[in-house]
C-alpha cells in the first residue's frame, strides 16, 4: 500500500499548527507583552493629549482630569530621564537634592523646545513636565512616593505655569481649606521663581 499521498497533507497541516502555537506561545512568554510596563498605573490611558487649559475649564476641574490623567500613567510614553536620579549631592548620609530622587517626563512640546529650540522662545499652552518621585537615594526599582508637574498655561498666571503635586491615593483631609495641592502661583514658586525664564 501507499501511504505517501495520503499522509503528506496530513503531516504538512499538523507541523503547520504545531509551529504556530511555538510562535504563540513564544510572543507571549516575552517580557513586557501583554504586560503594563510601568510599576504605577493601574488603568489603560483614556484621555487623550493635550488637556483643555486650567483657565479655560477652571483649576478644580483641570485638577481631577489631570490626577486621571496621572493616575491613569498617560505621561509614560514621553521622552524621560533614563533611570531614577538624585537631585543633589548626599553629606554624611543626608540628601542635599532639592526634590527627591526622581524621574522627570518631557511632554513632545516641552522636548521640541528642550531639544531642537535649544531652549528659546516660548514653550506652548498645554506642555507637561511630570516628576515622577522616588525615595532617596536613587535606586532602580523604587516604588514610586509621589508626582509633581508642571503644565504650562500662559494666560493663568504671570509666571505662566500651572502647578501640581498628586500621590497614590492621596486625597486631602479638608479640600475647602487644606493649602492647595495644585493650582497657580503655589509654593513651588519660592524655588522655581528663581529660573532665568520658561
Ligand atoms: C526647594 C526648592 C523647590 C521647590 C519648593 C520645588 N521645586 Fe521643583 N525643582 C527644583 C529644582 C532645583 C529642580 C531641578 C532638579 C533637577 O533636575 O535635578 C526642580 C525640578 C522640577 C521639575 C522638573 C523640571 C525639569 O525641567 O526637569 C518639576 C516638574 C518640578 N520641579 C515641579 C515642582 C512642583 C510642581 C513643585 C511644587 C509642588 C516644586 N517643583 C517645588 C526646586 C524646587
Redesign the pocket.
Known amino acids: 500500500m501507499n501511504f505517501r499521498v495520503p499522509l503528506r497533507p496530513l503531516i504538512v497541516t499538523v507541523l503547520a499548527v504545531l509551529a504556530g502555537m511555538a510562535v504563540i506561545s513564544a510572543i507571549e512568554s516575552t517580557p513586557g507583552h501583554a504586560q503594563n510596563p510601568s510599576p504605577t498605573p493601574v488603568k489603560r490611558c483614556e484621555i487623550s493629549f493635550p488637556l483643555p487649559n486650567p483657565s479655560d475649564i477652571g483649576t478644580r476641574k483641570f485638577e481631577q482630569l489631570l490626577y486621571a490623567f496621572i493616575d491613569q500613567g498617560c505621561y509614560r510614553s514621553w521622552v524621560a ?1 533614563s533611570q531614577i ?4 549631592p548626599f553629606l554624611n548620609g543626608t540628601s542635599f ?3 527627591n530622587a ?1 524621574k ?1 517626563f ?1 511632554s513632545p512640546e ?1 522636548w521640541d523646545w ?1 531639544k531642537h529650540k535649544d531652549r528659546q522662545g516660548e514653550i506652548p499652552d498645554g506642555a507637561i ?3 515622577e518621585m522616588f525615595p532617596s537615594p536613587a535606586k532602580e526599582g523604587s516604588k514610586l512616593s509621589a508626582w ?3 503644565v504650562k498655561d500662559k494666560k493663568g498666571s504671570y509666571d505662566g505655569w500651572y ?3 498628586h500621590a497614590p491615593g492621596y486625597k486631602p483631609d479638608n479640600p475647602d481649606i487644606d493649602y492647595p ?2 493650582g497657580f502661583g ?7 521663581a528663581s529660573a532665568e525664564k520658561e
Do not use: A, P, Q
Open positions: 530621564d536620579r538624585n537631585t543633589g537634592g532639592t526634590h526622581v522627570v518631557y516641552v528642550l513636565i511630570v516628576k509633581t508637574i508642571m502647578w501640581s503635586f495641592d495644585s503655589l509654593y513651588c514658586l519660592r524655588c522655581h
